[in-house]
């Protein structure tokens, strides 16, 4: 019954990680012991003080519709977190939260783009941001990628992929899937280009900003005078603050913009939960220091993989300086035969580690790069290390 779809919806690609999730729920319900390390999703709950917070908001008696963009004691305090993190001043005037940072995406892209408009996107990029780009009749420009520069684009790959119809980047940073850094030298660099072509708008996706191991420091590219009226910085709280449920994102982006999504989102889903606000409040404020915990655990955790994922032949890794992926280029395996399953791409290899590993992980081709595949280590070491035994006894043959 697919022709009585819009094109629209059937040119859409299902979400890749939540596809592999439920697949791997589907064969635990058949009783076989999956362990799951697709999902970006932290195996923490989320802190009391926060949690404490809602529930005083709940006895508070908040239960009626929030504004559109958010209450203004949130607004203040993303205005304050973004001062006190990353140096930058925002009004009220630009600042929406959202449903999640995911719906942020989707109302910059659908206030943005025109048809045929072009957005830049280096490759690995999270999962949705080429359906988003799609959803609003834009076009994905893909810039390649590889594991020998760290999975970043350069200045003279920039440059190179930019048309007259380019009208946005996007990129990650602290990247999902691959854990990469953008230095402030390195976005500096990118800036440099682009001041060339004013006509096009970056979105700086920084949800994984606090999951740092300390090489290379956070930076925005809004930080630079020259791209703060370009440049919408988006983030949110469930990935560093264990609230992936909570479904709450924001933005700070010129008021322009921002008005816009405003003006979208009232249409669509209105003002975001009031008692998740209300707990988000309480997160933004408090200081960073009190999820260090977290992120100290996720720390140990990449020590762990990246020497079991080492110890097997054929995986080739970086280091990932943030988030809590590792993504390993496997094109080794391609081509070769185990278990009677011929392996042609990272499509095949996820496949193959589930059905006979047991272990579910994501395809990099969902990622605009065929080379890797993406394993979460936001899972207890009792898992991982099982998980990555399963994988080298499975690729043993």
């Known amino acids: 019954m697919s022709e009585r779809?819009?094109?629209?919806?059937?040119?859409?690609?299902?979400?890749?990680t939540l596809e592999m999730a439920a697949k791997a729920r589907e064969l635990r319900a058949a009783g076989k012991d999956i362990i799951g390390l697709s999902l970006g999703e932290p195996d923490f709950n989320t802190p009391d003080y926060i949690k404490e917070a809602a529930i005083q908001a709940v006895n508070e008696d908040y239960n009626s519709y929030t504004p559109v963009d958010g209450y203004v004691e949130l607004k203040d305090a993303i205005i304050t977190k973004f001062d006190r993190d990353n140096g930058l001043r925002y009004e009220r005037s630009q600042i929406v939260v959202s449903t999640g940072a995911?719906?942020?995406?989707?109302?910059?892209?659908?206030?943005?783009?025109?048809?045929?408009?072009?957005?830049?996107?280096?490759?690995p990029y999270w999962v949705s941001y080429s359906d988003i780009v799609k959803l609003a009749d834009g076009v994905p420009v893909e810039v390649p990628t590889s594991i020998d520069n760290d999975f970043k684009m350069t200045p003279e790959q920039l440059e190179a992929a930019i048309s007259p119809k380019t009208k946005m980047l996007w990129y990650s940073s602290p990247c999902n899937p691959s854990g990469s850094i953008y230095s402030k030298e390195e976005l500096r660099a990118l800036a440099d280009v682009l001041q060339k072509h004013p006509q096009i708008i970056v979105v700086s996706d920084e949800i994984y900003e606090h999951i740092n191991y300390g090489v290379t420091a956070h930076a925005s590219m809004a930080e630079f005078?020259?791209?703060?009226?370009?440049?919408?910085?988006?983030?949110?709280?469930?990935?560093a603050f264990a609230m992936t449920g909570w479904r709450i994102g924001y933005i700070g982006a010129p008021s322009y913009i921002a008005r816009a999504c405003n003006k979208l989102q009232g249409q669509v889903t209105s003002g975001a939960n009031c008692i998740a606000?209300?707990?988000?409040?309480?997160?933004?404020?408090?200081?960073?220091?009190?999820?260090?915990?977290?992120?100290?655990?996720?720390?140990?955790?990449?020590?762990?993989?990246?020497?079991?994922?080492?110890?097997?032949?054929?995986?080739?890794?970086?280091?990932?300086?943030?988030?809590?992926?590792?993504?390993?280029?496997?094109?080794?395996?391609f081509g070769k035969t185990i278990n009677g399953v011929t392996i042609n791409n990272a499509s095949d290899f996820a496949m193959y580690l589930l059905e006979h590993a047991n272990v579910a992980t994501v395809t990099g081709d969902a990622f605009g790069n065929g080379a890797s595949i993406r394993i979460s280590y936001a899972a207890a070491e009792k898992e991982i290390r099982e998980a990555i035994k399963r994988i080298k006894n499975a690729l043993a043959g």
Not at 102 to 123: F, R, T
Not at 229 to 239: D, F, I, L, P
Not at 309 to 318: R, V, Y
């Open 5 to 16: 779809l819009s094109e629209r919806i059937n040119n859409v690609t299902p979400s890749a």
């Open 102 to 123: 995911k719906q942020s995406l989707y109302n910059v892209a659908q206030v943005i783009l025109n048809k045929g408009d072009e957005v830049i996107l280096p490759c």
């Open 225 to 239: 005078e020259d791209m703060y009226e370009r440049t919408v910085t988006v983030n949110g709280v469930a990935k």
């Open 277 to 333: 606000q209300r707990a988000v409040i309480t997160a933004l404020t408090e200081s960073p220091s009190r999820i260090s915990y977290m992120v100290d655990e996720f720390k140990v955790r990449r020590s762990l993989i990246l020497g079991l994922l080492n110890g097997i032949d054929g995986f080739k890794c970086n280091s990932p300086e943030g988030a809590f992926y590792v993504y390993p280029d496997v094109t080794a395996y």
